[in-house]
């Protein structure tokens, strides 16, 4: 069972009620999985919310409400839903509330490596931090428990080798979940004035004395190997697990101390464990939170017992842990020999191989047509690019993501942008899920203080990079009904956006003709929307299986071929490579009939192997008039 | 398998080859014969055609992470992606790779050839074995079974052959949407042929 999906189990073993969140790798499976089961189960209720910050307060507001609840994102979900965090540690709630934040150290698909058992150090929010799946399992019930017996919120840290690995995992029964909550009114507790705040930042204070001697009792830190060893290693964390098998590699006979809980520092127990010993060795994922607070505690009894970690140097500040590296820590403060394996080096270099969009993407046409259309005008535009699957044209021939920051950024940076670069237009590259996310506010912002620029939505339907979620353009919701769909262009409309254009995204003509009309807009000083909208070719293809709609292959007649290579340098499709005789060829394989280079082949050279299903072109969002060579 | 030992495999290959979906099914065979199984899976950003690596661990481990020159087998689903994990590699160990190079789809690079990436592999302390397998996958009908291919190949000439069992990988295969193919594949595999179909 997948960590995440252990996560997912504990819920509907306590009984959670509703839950709720944003996709984000490593997180996305936790809310996947219990919309899976709603979806057979009929309950809880769970949603895929339009951001961190909502879905955060979705959950608090139903468990201050009596239900418990949990919410899902990934680490710096956690930045867009600081907010609400950080008062609910002032309010507590009336249910459980579990905030799950799946960290990614290593940076395999994030922006930065933030470790947020800070927040729970800030924010006054213990933090329960598994170790595997199994551990996952029984830390995500604990942290339901812990939550509801002091009302207050819980935050489960996760991180990517514990959400993303596979282990067996023993589970329990189904709990019976609590649906319904009644709300009691109390404006003293519920109303964060400042006459209540104080008030109730001297409860919160109480209610952390509490907690910290709670977990120091927790059953889930333990401690294993001889009591009266010098060193004593502890493992925070997914840190025990390296630990443990470092150990049993090194057949070191040492102390070896299991974290669950690192925030609050369960003070008695560490102090339990380490009083008496010369040195200590943390073992944690992520920044050296523990290992800091472990020093101030010592600093604070008065002992001088030596701690080591990332920030002594022994174990790296950068990157996710390796067992070697923590092995090699172990060696170091045991004082003894360790030598890695020489590794074998190939002497032929493989070339990198980045992610990329894939094989009938629409946003490739997209990309293509508006850099045609920016050439064109003879333009020397900033892509102020955005998190999604569009931000993979980050690479060339596109070079289009000029800035890539975080959620919603684009159209935040372009307003600043828009400013001070005299003249030069921006075009802010946003998905639609990320649209509605963050986007819209800067939207409204460039409207209200007159920011000329070109936002260009990339509407293929779905959160596509996670897994496909749906989000309010969908039409659909988490556990699979059918839902109100927000169309991009009301939205931008409804803000007071006049120059809006929808382009079909597989009709590269269509979208270079409105981005056109669009820049010529910006050239006049307004805000212009650019909606290109196509399917996500992934989803579009198991429709396709589904609803037995044949796909068409292409092929390339090599008497028309010029060799110009615009189909391989300009589009770049993947399914597309030189031949070797100067000419292209069309891998069969990677093709998925999205017919977007017939479109811009200036000769006409590519074409349909096989008669193709009109319905397949519905499926792409093309009209029969769009459809076609040239 | 001793209840002290273990076994660690790479599973190396490309978005969309079906690396995860291998990883799953040594990792559900491993568990049906009462191991413990640790499958560290990549997600997100990396699927998108770019590289892809799994790194499952049978047995006594704790560690999610196959740590550098320890692992005792890699599945290569294609070369250059071979060439780049090769660190993980034990000396001595195995490499079950497919005869394929993908080149990367991103412009200005180059992609050394088919003999010289396999040329480079003999020339180190590994028991390399490269076979054809999306070929013959192909043949039968679908190039995505390339990755049981392999996998009956890796059964049949490792230890893994010994800790998961070829009749353990075939329940396995029996659950997975079209399963004749697969076990055909994975046969194939086993026996090494298939070349001629």
């Known amino acids: ?630 | 398998m001793a209840s002290s030992e273990s076994f660690n495999i790479l599973i190396a290959g490309v978005g969309g080859q079906g690396v995860l979906t291998l990883s799953r099914i040594i990792g559900e065979a491993s568990l049906a014969s009462g191991l413990n199984v640790l499958v560290a899976e990549t997600h997100g950003l990396s699927q998108r055609g770019g590289a892809v690596v799994v790194h499952v661990r049978i047995g006594d481990v704790d560690s999610p992470l196959v740590p550098l020159g320890e692992a005792d087998l890699m599945i290569g689903l294609e070369l250059l992606e071979v060439i780049r994990n090769i660190g993980y590699m034990r000396r001595g160990g195995f490499i079950v790779a497919d005869r394929l190079i993908i080149p990367p789809s991103i412009l200005d690079v180059k992609t050394p050839s088919l003999d010289n990436v396999i040329e480079a592999l003999r020339g180190l302390d590994v028991r390399l074995t490269v076979i054809p397998a999306s070929e013959v996958a192909e043949k039968l009908g679908d190039v995505r079974v390339a990755n049981v291919y392999l996998l009956g190949q890796a059964i049949s000439i490792t230890k893994l052959g010994s800790i998961i069992g070829f009749d353990g990988v075939v329940k396995v295969l029996r659950g997975l949407p079209n399963p004749e193919l697969n076990l055909k594949a994975f046969k194939l595999g086993y026996m090494g042929g298939g070349f001629e179909c």
Not at chain 1, 483 to 501: K, M, Q
């Open chain 1, 1 to 630: 069972m997948l960590g995440n999906v252990a996560v997912a189990r504990a819920c509907l073993e306590y009984g959670v009620g509703l839950a709720s969140g944003y996709p984000g790798t490593p997180s996305s499976e936790v809310v996947e999985a219990l919309a899976y089961a709603a979806s057979k189960l009929g309950y809880p209720y769970v949603e895929w919310s339009v951001n961190e910050k909502v879905a955060f307060e979705v959950a608090y507001g139903a468990a201050i409400s009596g239900v418990p609840s949990v919410v899902s994102m990934k680490h710096v979900g956690l930045n867009v839903a600081a907010d609400p965090f950080f008062s609910s540690a002032y309010t507590g709630v009336e249910a459980s509330l579990l905030v799950i934040s799946a960290d990614d150290p290593g940076m395999w698909s994030s922006q930065n490596e933030q470790d947020n058992r800070w927040y729970g150090v800030h924010a006054y929010i213990p933090v329960v931090e598994p170790a595997g799946a199994q551990e996952a399992r029984e830390a995500a019930l604990e942290a339901l428990r812990l939550s509801g017996e002091v009302r207050h919120p819980v935050l489960l840290r996760l991180v990517t080798r514990v959400s993303h690995t596979r282990a067996p995992v023993t589970v329990g029964a189904l709990g019976r979940p609590r649906l319904r909550g009644v709300f009691k009114s109390n404006p003293s507790r519920w109303n964060l004035i400042p006459a209540h705040a104080r008030r109730l930042r001297e409860e919160l204070l109480e209610r952390w004395r509490r907690i910290e001697d709670l977990v120091s009792r927790s059953e889930l830190n333990v401690a294993e190997g001889p009591r009266d060893s010098q060193v004593v290693v502890i493992g925070v964390g997914v840190g025990y697990r390296y630990a443990r098998e470092a150990l049993r590699r090194l057949k070191a006979q040492v102390r070896l101390v299991k974290v669950t809980t690192p925030v609050p520092l369960p003070s008695k127990f560490i102090l339990g464990e380490v009083e008496g010993r010369d040195s200590v060795l943390v073992v944690e994922e992520g920044d050296p939170v523990f290992e800091t607070m472990i020093k101030t505690l010592l600093q604070e009894v008065g002992l001088n017992t030596r701690v080591y970690g990332k920030r002594s140097g022994h174990l790296r500040a950068t990157g996710e842990l390796r067992l070697e590296d923590v092995e090699g820590a172990i060696a170091q403060v045991l004082g003894l020999g360790y030598r890695r394996p020489e590794l074998l080096e190939a002497t032929v270099k493989p070339p990198p191989r980045p992610p990329v969009l894939c094989p009938g993407c629409p946003y490739r046409s997209v990309f293509y047509a508006v850099r045609r259309a920016v050439k064109r005008l003879g333009l020397d535009v900033v892509y102020s690019g955005d998190i999604g699957c569009y931000s993979l044209a980050v690479n060339k021939p596109f070079n289009a993501q000029d800035t890539l920051i975080e959620m919603g950024g684009s159209v935040g940076l372009a307003n600043g942008m828009s400013h001070v670069l005299g003249g030069r237009v921006v075009i802010a590259t946003i998905g639609d899920s990320t649209f509605y996310h963050a986007g819209i506010p800067g939207l409204i912002n460039a409207v209200y203080n007159k920011a000329p620029m070109m936002v260009l939505v990339l509407d293929n339907g779905v959160t596509a990079m996670t897994g496909h979620q749906p989000h309010p353009g969908s039409g659909f919701n988490a556990m699979g009904g059918e839902a109100r769909r927000i169309p991009v262009e009301d939205v931008a409309r409804g803000v007071g956006v006049d120059s809006v254009y929808v382009a079909e995204a597989f009709n590269p003509r269509d979208v270079e003709a409105k981005a056109l009309s669009a820049l010529r807009d910006v050239g006049e000083g307004k805000i212009s929307v650019v909606i290109a909208r196509g399917p996500c070719i992934l989803m579009a293809m198991s429709r396709a299986r589904a609803e037995s709609i044949s796909r068409p292959s292409y092929v390339v007649d090599s008497s028309r071929c010029r060799g110009c290579m615009v189909c391989y340098k300009a589009f770049n499709c993947p399914a597309i490579t030189p031949s070797g005789d100067g000419k292209i060829t069309i891998n069969k394989a990677l093709c998925t009939g999205c017919g977007v280079c017939e479109r811009i082949c200036p000769f006409n050279a590519i074409k349909p192997a096989s008669y193709i299903d009109e319905r397949w072109w519905n499926l792409l969002g093309l009209t029969t008039s769009s459809v076609g060579g040239g």
